[in-house]
């Protein structure tokens, strides 16, 4: 764990990558593209815990339609096992059957994660699984899974920020920066 003049350090040498209103906008603008989509479909909204938590709590007040939420918590066993398997910590709920259900992360990279929750949650009968990141990570490689709604794109670095934390710091920033190189 880092000491708070640790957290501070690491702070003040990242780069800004996305301000406080950038990200305002790009939610808001979700909030539009998913209503368009979703207003008519009584949605379950899975929040994957707990990077998403910040952009779902600034996302749900743009979607003025009826819909339930719940929320997902996994992590991914160390790459000593096997980088690709998903350990749930709360895996999607039996009620996504029958749902159009939107999952919502903070950043979809790798998409190993996000590809193993919506694979589960079609198994278990979701008739729909769309997914909204406030974050895509420009890695130049393919990805398992694609997000149907994108907030803001961000470059190949280790991110923080909005949700998203470094050392399990600042996911209470209004803004988005990368780590020092
Ligand atoms: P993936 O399975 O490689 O897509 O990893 C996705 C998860 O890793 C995300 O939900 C984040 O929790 C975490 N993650 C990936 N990249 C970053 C980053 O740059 N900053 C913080 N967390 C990240
Ligand atoms: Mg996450």
């Known amino acids: 764990m880092m000491t708070k003049e640790e957290a501070w350090r690491?702070?003040?040498?990242?780069?800004?990558?996305?301000?406080?209103?950038?990200?305002e906008q790009a939610i808001g603008r979700?909030?539009?593209?998913?209503?368009?989509?979703?207003?008519e479909r009584f949605p379950l909204v899975l929040?994957?815990?707990?990077?998403?938590?910040?952009?779902?709590?600034k996302l749900l007040p743009h979607l003025r339609f009826p819909l339930t939420l719940d929320?997902?918590?996994?992590?991914?066993?160390?790459?000593?096992?096997?980088?690709?398997e998903i350990r749930w910590?709360?895996?999607?709920?039996?009620?996504?059957?029958?749902?159009?259900?939107?999952?919502?992360?903070?950043i979809l990279d790798e998409g190993h994660t996000l590809a193993a929750i919506k694979a589960r949650v079609l198994e278990l009968?979701?008739?729909s699984c769309d997914?909204?990141?406030?974050?895509?990570?420009?890695?130049?490689?393919?990805k398992p899974v694609q997000?149907?709604?994108?907030?803001l794109e961000v470059p190949d670095r280790f991110v923080f920020g909005c949700g998203l934390d470094a050392y399990g710091l600042w996911r209470n920033l209004p803004a988005i920066y990368a780590l020092k190189a």
């Open 147 to 151: 997000a149907d709604f994108v907030g």
């Open 30 to 39: 979700l909030g539009d593209e998913i209503a368009a989509r979703l207003h």
């Open 131 to 142: 997914i909204a990141v406030l974050t895509e990570k420009q890695t130049g490689r393919p």
């Open 47 to 57: 929040c994957v815990m707990n990077g998403a938590l910040y952009f779902c709590g």
């Open 89 to 106: 910590k709360v895996p999607p709920p039996a009620h996504v059957k029958g749902r159009a259900v939107l999952v919502l992360d903070d």
């Open 125 to 127: 009968g979701a008739v």
């Open 10 to 23: 690491m702070l003040n040498e990242a780069e800004l990558v996305c301000t406080p209103d950038q990200v």
């Open 71 to 84: 929320y997902v918590h996994c992590s991914r066993y160390g790459e000593g096992i096997d980088g690709r």
